[in-house]
């Protein structure tokens, strides 16, 4: 742990932890599922903390309609509406922000409700833990950025070159509000997105695509089914064959993966069959979700899983005549990581050895994020959060409180030694 200058001293002191808890209740109780009215509602409720914070705030809206560039991430849900939110804290310099602390406010939905402990929306604190949908992923990461600038507001520290923070939208579904706020011409020297971390510092991101199987059959009445082909059962062995298509990508995966057992994971997650109970189903459509490894194109990835699923059917006497048509919809997140030897990763970890937290080890995420959009952008980014990533997404999601605090004061630090002190 380094001698903190007192500007550095004032600044850690300054971080107000009742505060970023009273925030984090309030954004976990809009209910900002991806494409609800409530997804914009929250954009304006983080801008009005960031106004509050002196920042200079750009508010606008989204044009969905130039979301449909070929360099768009694409959507999975509908939106009449998005809304894009940076908070520019002005330095004594002009030019790029020195330092990007980006966050999402989109949520995914709650599933089954019977399975939470009370209202998801009804945020909770319970063991040292704010519980609700969005409390991991990722609220409190963003709530730790805007509890890292109210430190160095209230520290009275006047920044030699600005830092921002980018709220976006439509993470959760391929990530448009990130694109959106590139595109608009929001950039910095380096980012940090506060993703759940679970005290690492993830300094690369898998890709994921969304696909969609079809899988065709031949109807017969169901008391002769042998008359007929069921496209339940050919999906049973195309399903199989895309498992053992699985593990053979699973190998030789990077070493920052360690302890995850599907670093490109491949998960079907809806499968819609039939029209009539008493009929073999000629038709059955399924949709799911395929990882792309780290550096693999997103053109190859795809290639790659047309490839087995033709050879698959190429080689079964019903498919070989009608094959599976595949066909590619919604997000599409390639993979990105931080260059290799970035001062960026250095940074972040002394910053977080310095505010009191233990050494940070070097992780990857098997999950699609922001990062590589920003990586794509030339800006060197990385995650450093609050929380489990195992928890989101199900129904015990919550962030405990010392993790939003301790990351608030590792992004305050990094803040000033980045920014630099006027």
């Given at each position: 742990?380094?001698?903190l200058?007192?500007?550095?001293?004032?600044?850690?002191?300054?971080?107000?932890?009742?505060?970023?808890?009273?925030?984090?209740?309030?954004?976990?109780?809009?209910?900002?599922?991806?494409?609800?009215?409530?997804e914009?509602?929250?954009?304006?409720?983080?801008?009005?903390?960031?106004?509050?914070?002196?920042?200079d705030?750009?508010?606008?809206?989204?044009?969905?309609?130039?979301?449909?560039?070929?360099?768009?991430?694409?959507?999975?849900?509908?939106?009449?509406?998005?809304?894009?939110?940076?908070?520019?804290?002005?330095?004594?310099?002009?030019?790029?922000?020195?330092?990007?602390?980006?966050?999402?406010?989109?949520?995914?939905?709650?599933?089954?409700?019977?399975?939470?402990?009370?209202?998801?929306?009804?945020?909770?604190?319970?063991?040292?833990?704010?519980?609700?949908?969005?409390?991991?992923?990722?609220?409190?990461g963003?709530?730790?950025?805007?509890?890292?600038?109210?430190?160095?507001?209230?520290?009275?520290?006047?920044?030699?070159?600005?830092?921002?923070?980018?709220?976006?939208?439509?993470?959760?579904?391929?990530?448009?509000?990130?694109?959106?706020?590139?595109?608009?011409?929001?950039?910095?020297?380096?980012?940090?997105?506060?993703?759940?971390?679970?005290?690492?510092?993830?300094?690369?991101?898998?890709?994921?695509?969304?696909?969609?199987?079809?899988?065709?059959?031949?109807?017969?009445?169901?008391?002769?089914?042998?008359?007929?082909?069921?496209?339940?059962?050919?999906?049973a062995?195309?399903?199989?064959?895309?498992?053992?298509?699985?593990?053979?990508?699973q190998?030789?995966?990077?070493?920052?993966?360690?302890?995850?057992?599907?670093?490109?994971?491949?998960?079907?997650?809806?499968?819609?069959?039939?029209?009539?109970?008493?009929?073999?189903?000629?038709?059955?459509?399924?949709?799911?979700?395929?990882?792309?490894?780290?550096?693999?194109?997103?053109?190859?990835?795809?290639?790659?899983?047309?490839?087995?699923?033709?050879?698959?059917?190429?080689?079964?006497?019903?498919?070989?005549?009608?094959?599976?048509?595949?066909?590619?919809?919604?997000?599409?997140?390639?993979?990105?990581?931080?260059?290799?030897?970035?001062?960026?990763?250095?940074?972040?970890?002394?910053?977080?050895?310095?505010?009191?937290?233990?050494?940070?080890?070097?992780?990857?995420?098997?999950?699609?994020?922001?990062?590589?959009?920003?990586?794509?952008?030339?800006?060197?980014a990385?995650?450093?959060?609050?929380?489990?990533?195992?928890l989101?997404?199900?129904?015990?999601?919550?962030?405990?409180?010392?993790?939003?605090?301790?990351?608030?004061r590792?992004?305050?630090?990094?803040?000033?030694?980045?920014?630099?002190?006027?």
């Amino acid at each position: 742990m380094a001698d903190l200058t007192p500007t550095e001293a004032a600044v850690l002191d300054a971080v107000d932890e009742a505060a970023a808890v009273d925030l984090l209740c309030r954004l976990v109780a809009v209910p900002s599922v991806g494409g609800t009215a409530a997804e914009s509602e929250v954009q304006h409720l983080v801008a009005a903390a960031l106004d509050g914070l002196g920042c200079d705030v750009d508010r606008w809206a989204i044009d969905l309609a130039a979301a449909t560039a070929p360099d768009a991430p694409g959507q999975e849900v509908e939106r009449e509406e998005a809304v894009g939110v940076v908070g520019t804290l002005p330095g004594a310099d002009d030019g790029d922000p020195a330092l990007v602390l980006c966050g999402h406010t989109d949520v995914v939905p709650t599933g089954d409700r019977a399975l939470w402990d009370g209202d998801p929306f009804t945020p909770r604190i319970a063991g040292g833990a704010v519980h609700g949908r969005g409390t991991c992923d990722m609220k409190g990461g963003l709530v730790a950025s805007l509890a890292a600038l109210a430190a160095v507001r209230a520290a009275g520290v006047r920044l030699r070159r600005p830092v921002a923070v980018h709220s976006v939208v439509g993470e959760e579904d391929g990530g448009l509000g990130a694109w959106a706020t590139l595109a608009r011409g929001h950039r910095g020297d380096a980012c940090v997105i506060p993703e759940p971390t679970d005290g690492a510092v993830v300094t690369a991101a898998a890709g994921a695509l969304t696909f969609r199987l079809e899988v065709p059959g031949a109807a017969a009445h169901a008391a002769m089914r042998d008359r007929g082909v069921s496209a339940v059962e050919l999906f049973a062995q195309v399903h199989a064959d895309l498992r053992a298509f699985e593990a053979e990508r699973q190998r030789d995966a990077d070493p920052r993966f360690a302890g995850e057992r599907y670093p490109y994971g491949l998960s079907v997650g809806t499968v819609r069959a039939g029209d009539w109970a008493s009929t073999v189903p000629d038709l059955l459509v399924a949709e799911g979700r395929y990882g792309v490894r780290l550096g693999e194109p997103v053109a190859a990835a795809r290639a790659a899983f047309e490839a087995r699923v033709a050879a698959f059917c190429a080689g079964h006497p019903f498919l070989a005549g009608s094959p599976v048509r595949v066909a590619w919809t919604g997000g599409a997140f390639a993979s990105g990581e931080l260059p290799p030897g970035d001062v960026l990763l250095g940074q972040v970890r002394a910053a977080v050895v310095d505010a009191g937290g233990p050494p940070p080890p070097e992780r990857a995420v098997p999950a699609g994020t922001d990062l590589r959009l920003y990586a794509a952008a030339g800006i060197p980014a990385l995650h450093l959060g609050p929380g489990d990533l195992h928890l989101a997404h199900g129904p015990g999601e919550r962030v405990p409180v010392a993790e939003v605090t301790a990351v608030a004061r590792a992004l305050a630090l990094l803040t000033v030694r980045r920014c630099g002190v006027a």
